[in-house]
Nanobody
Framework: QVQLVESGGGLVQAGGSLRLSCAAS????????MGWFRQAPGKERDIVAAISRSGGNTYYADSAKGRFTISRDNAKNTVYLEMNSLKPEDTAVYYC????????????????????WGQGTQVTVSS
């Protein structure tokens, strides 16, 4: 069982930056590939970025490439999402998720591939 708690969301002006954190409980954090998703009102939950167990492999949605960076610190049981050059269309609830992974280099991009979810943190970007 893994419990995930996101933090770092808030209100920011367009062009600004935020750093989201997701703290995981348990001693097996390094067994999980991690992902950040977002969901805007009336829309589906979409992948933003994903990272393998080792942190060596990452994936970014087209909307995140060049602006967002996903990273993890397995010693601190934490995954991060650094978001720069934020746009109003980035406004959403951001969720972190954990997927049991048997390959250290695997990441996952499908909602259904993840086993555990955090409660979400609101990110609002004003124009």
């Amino acid at each position: 069982q893994v419990q995930l708690v996101e933090s770092g969301g808030g209100l920011v002006q367009a062009g600004g930056s935020l750093r989201l954190s997701c703290a995981a409980s348990g001693r097996t954090f390094s067994s999980y590939a991690m992902g950040w998703f977002r969901q805007a009102p009336g829309k589906e939950r979409d992948i933003v970025a994903a990272i393998s167990r080792s942190g060596g492999n990452t994936y970014y949605a087209d909307s995140a490439k060049g602006r967002f960076t996903i990273s993890r610190d397995n010693a601190k049981n934490t995954v991060y999402l650094e978001m720069n050059s934020l746009k109003p269309e980035d406004t959403a609830v951001y969720y972190c998720a954990a997927a049991q992974s048997y390959g250290s280099s695997w990441y996952f991009i499908g909602v259904d591939e993840y086993d555990y979810w955090g409660q979400g943190t609101q990110v609002t970007v004003s124009s």
